[in-house]
């Protein structure tokens, strides 16, 4: 029965997360879930957090309970950039054994999200969901979401402040006794009054620490099995690069009539050749691209994954994407800056959008495919 209550109450969680992703005027209503409802959920053993951070930001602070699997690293590709199983980020047995390891199995809810930005959070989203699994959603907002919505971190907080404020104090007195003609009996009542206080907020800080929502230090996990079903698999939001190479093709002979768009989704220093990451033998971008920075997308000044649906629409008229074509979407790797643009288009209720999984690191180590600079 208790069990049942739970399954019952994620239901009703992610039911109410609909109505209130509806307001925001998504189309698609099924993919983004609010830190209020996330929150709910927290500790509910059929409900997985997955951070797409890497793991040094997720010692830092990450969702009690949750697991780590960075964005980056999704996407498996030999030191020359070739994957094996091209489309897919890994090949099946592989993916098996790290979803397997991260203590997911196939009837969990997989939320995942990052900071707050979006990129890293869509890239695990994109992950599974083009594993076919059912059930996984974007937490919009992120880590800082939760933080924002936990009541034991607005007391933390408070609480952090005050112990700022008395060790200045102990501080400030303790540099005054340092001065010619200082008072050292009051300076020294001081610098005691202080530190007694600023233990005392200590362990009170100590206390609530234990109820926060986000939490500091290593990642625990506790294997499952996972299994991934070859019928089930969603070939139609990856593609490979010659999928990608055609579309190009028909996109320099065709130009704006073209049926295909290719968003190069990287910053200006990437797109132009003057930065290369990691192992990439050539800089550059894919001939017949369209340029738009992840950033148009990502909402950094409401601390948001996505802008509203009316902002992403404007962008993407801006910029002649429309529902009609066929759009691929590319960065450095596939799961992060592309994937917040598919998983964006997908929000509008676009049906043929696709991240190009192997991205620069596929294309730009392929001496036979072109590149423009």
């Known amino acids: 029965m208790n069990r049942l209550l739970k399954t019952l109450c994620v239901a009703a969680s992610l039911s109410a997360a609909t109505v209130l992703m509806a307001a925001e005027g998504y ?5 983004l879930i609010s830190a209020e409802e996330a929150i709910k959920l927290i500790g509910n053993p059929k409900v997985m957090f997955v951070s ?3 793991e040094d930001i997720y010692k830092l602070g990450h969702i009690k309970g949750s697991v780590e699997m960075y964005a980056h690293h999704l996407h498996h590709s030999e030191i020359d950039g070739s994957m094996h199983c091209e489309p897919l980020y890994r090949c099946v047995d592989d993916a098996e054994q790290l979803i397997s390891k991260k203590g997911i199995s196939n009837d969990t809810l997989v939320i995942a999200y990052d900071d707050f930005k979006g990129p890293n959070a869509t890239g695990v989203y994109s992950f599974f969901d083009s594993y ?3 059930n996984v959603k974007v937490l919009n907002g992120g880590r800082a979401a939760i933080m924002a919505a936990d009541p034991a971190q607005k007391e933390y907080d408070e609480l952090n402040k005050e112990l700022k404020a008395f060790k200045k104090v102990e501080k400030d007195a303790k540099n005054a006794l340092k001065t010619e003609g200082a008072d050292k009996s ?10 007694q206080d600023a233990n005392a907020v200590s362990a009170k800080m100590a206390i609530v620490e234990k109820r926060l929502m986000v939490v500091k230090g290593d990642e625990v996990t506790k294997p499952a099995k996972y299994k991934i079903d070859p019928k089930k698999i969603k070939w139609n939001v990856i593609a490979g690069k010659d999928e990608v190479k055609h579309a190009m093709e028909d996109i320099l002979k065709n130009g704006k009539k073209s049926k295909y768009v290719i ?6 220093a990437e797109i132009v050749g003057e930065r290369k990451m990691d192992n990439v033998a050539r800089g550059g971008h894919v001939p017949g691209a369209t340029f738009i920075e992840w950033s148009q997308i990502s909402d950094a000044d409401k601390k ?5 649906a009316a902002e992403l629409q404007k ?7 429309t529902p009609d074509k066929t759009i691929y979407a590319y960065c450095h790797v596939g799961a992060g800056r592309s994937s917040e643009h598919i998983t964006a288009l997908q929000l509008l209720g676009y049906k043929n959008v696709k991240v190009f999984t192997g991205s620069w690191d596929v294309w730009g180590n392929d001496m036979n ?3 423009k600079r």
């Open 27 to 31: 189309k698609d209503n099924t993919i």
């Open 315 to 321: 962008v993407y008229d801006n910029y002649g994407i």
């Open 52 to 54: 797409g951070d890497n």
């Open 263 to 268: 968003i190069d989704s990287r910053g200006i």
């Open 304 to 308: 948001l994954s996505f802008r509203s």
């Open 369 to 371: 495919l072109p590149i």
């Open 132 to 134: 076919g699994h059912k």
């Open 186 to 195: 009051a300076l020294e009542a001081t610098i005691k009054k202080a530190a």
